[in-house]
T-cell receptor, first 112, second 110 residues
Framework: DQQVKQNSPSLSVQEGRISILNCDYTNSMFDYFLWYKKYPAEGPTFLISISSIKDKNEDGRFTVFLNKSAKHLSLHIVPSQPGDSAVYFC???????????FGQGTRLTINP | NAGVTQTPKFRVLKTGQSMTLLCAQDMNHEYMYWYRQDPGMGLRLIHYSVGEGTTAKGEVPDGYNVSRLKKQNFLLGLESAAPSQTSVYFCASHTGTRASFGPGTRLTVT
């Protein structure tokens, strides 16, 4: 039972263009969502998050959008840079339960 | 402030051997987690702890045991390793919202 799904295993984007990574969830009890970035041979690092009371959160080049009715969130990176090449994980939690559930990850490659 | 540390970084085991992975955090976080990462499977929760002396099962707990005797440490044990446990193991801790991850332990079971 995959509660958090990232249906695109990989994504390739030209440097300077927008990267859009998508994530779907099934559990309506989730109320907090996060994106993590992972480089090879390193642990995931926190990127950006959003609470279910908001529909958008922005931090520099990164924006996360949440559509609760569709149970869908997306991460926009504008403009994309070569250093953004990494695996991106979407995660969700029910703050009462304090468990983080992760998606399968999307490998983003930024081409020069 | 070292954050979350994991030992060892690499290990090769033979089928049936046992080992313990150690996770330590210096951020005074209540919650600690063990995940495994496998290709195409993302990060799957093995066990977690919501405080000293507590443990709970995650999505894939079979074949693993854990202990949280001290708030800063979370141990993951494999009693009888199997090739299916070949993976990269990540420990994480958090309080409130975001989690901080350790650098990972790459385990190979032959």
């Amino acid at each position: 039972d995959q509660q958090v799904k990232q249906n695109s295993p990989s994504l390739s984007v030209q440097e300077g263009r927008i990267s859009i990574l998508n994530c779907d969830y099934t559990n309506s009890m989730f109320d907090y969502f996060l994106w993590y970035k992972k480089y090879p041979a390193e642990g995931p690092t926190f990127l950006i998050s959003i609470s279910s009371i908001k529909d958008k959160n922005e931090d520099g080049r990164f924006t996360v959008f949440l559509n609760k009715s569709a149970k869908h969130l997306s991460l926009h990176i504008v403009p994309s840079q070569p250093g953004d090449s990494a695996v991106y994980f979407c995660a969700a939690s029910n703050q009462g339960a304090q468990k983080l559930v992760f998606g399968q990850g999307t490998r983003l490659t930024i081409n020069p | 402030n070292a954050g979350v540390t994991q030992t060892p970084k690499f290990r090769v085991l033979k089928t049936g051997q046992s080992m313990t992975l150690l996770c330590a955090q210096d951020m005074n976080h209540e919650y600690m987690y063990w995940y495994r990462q496998d290709p195409g499977m993302g990060l799957r929760l093995i066990h977690y702890s919501v405080g000293e002396g507590t443990t709970a099962k995650g999505e894939v707990p079979d074949g693993y045991n854990v202990s949280r005797l001290k708030k800063q440490n979370f141990l993951l044990g494999l009693e009888s390793a199997a090739p299916s446990q070949t993976s990269v193991y990540f420990c994480a801790s958090h309080t409130g919202t975001r989690a901080s991850f350790g650098p990972g332990t790459r385990l190979t079971v032959t």
